[in-house]
Nanobody, 122 residues
Framework: QVRLVESGGGSVQAGGSLRLSCAAS????????MGWYRQAPGKQRELVAS???????NYADSVKGRFTISRDDGKNTIHLQMNMLKPEDTAVYSC????????????????WGRGTQVTVSS
């Protein structure tokens, strides 16, 4: 079983910065893609940013140039540096990890964190 622990959410004024972290622990053989999603009230969950084991990154158009995702494989951790925050970035941010539990032949599994609130005031 894999557990994700998220940290770094909070409240900030527009133009400010926050750094989210997500640490995976438990039965992990390898981790492929790690990412952050967000869901604002009344809206569907959307991908914010993701990073593969090969360090390929993908960003939502709305955050390009402002957010940076990075990963530390030694700690099974990803970070999301969020700069120039806007009120429209307000949402619950959730970490998602695709991993293999036992070996390279294991079926990839997806696990979600509980989410952390990010609130940006104007």
């Amino acid at each position: 079983q894999v557990r994700l622990v998220e940290s770094g959410g909070g409240s900030v004024q527009a133009g400010g910065s926050l750094r989210l972290s997500c640490a995976a622990s438990g039965s992990i053989f390898s981790i492929n893609t790690m990412g952050w999603y967000r869901q604002a009230p009344g809206k569907q969950r959307e991908l914010v940013a993701s990073i593969t084991s090969g360090r390929s990154t993908n960003y939502a158009d709305s955050v390009k140039g402002r957010f940076t995702i990075s990963r530390d494989d030694g700690k099974n951790t990803i970070h999301l540096q969020m700069n120039m925050l806007k009120p429209e970035d307000t949402a619950v941010y959730s970490c998602n990890v695709w991993h293999r539990s036992a070996s390279a032949a294991s079926v990839p599994l997806s696990v979600w964190g509980r989410g952390t609130q990010v609130t940006v005031s104007s």
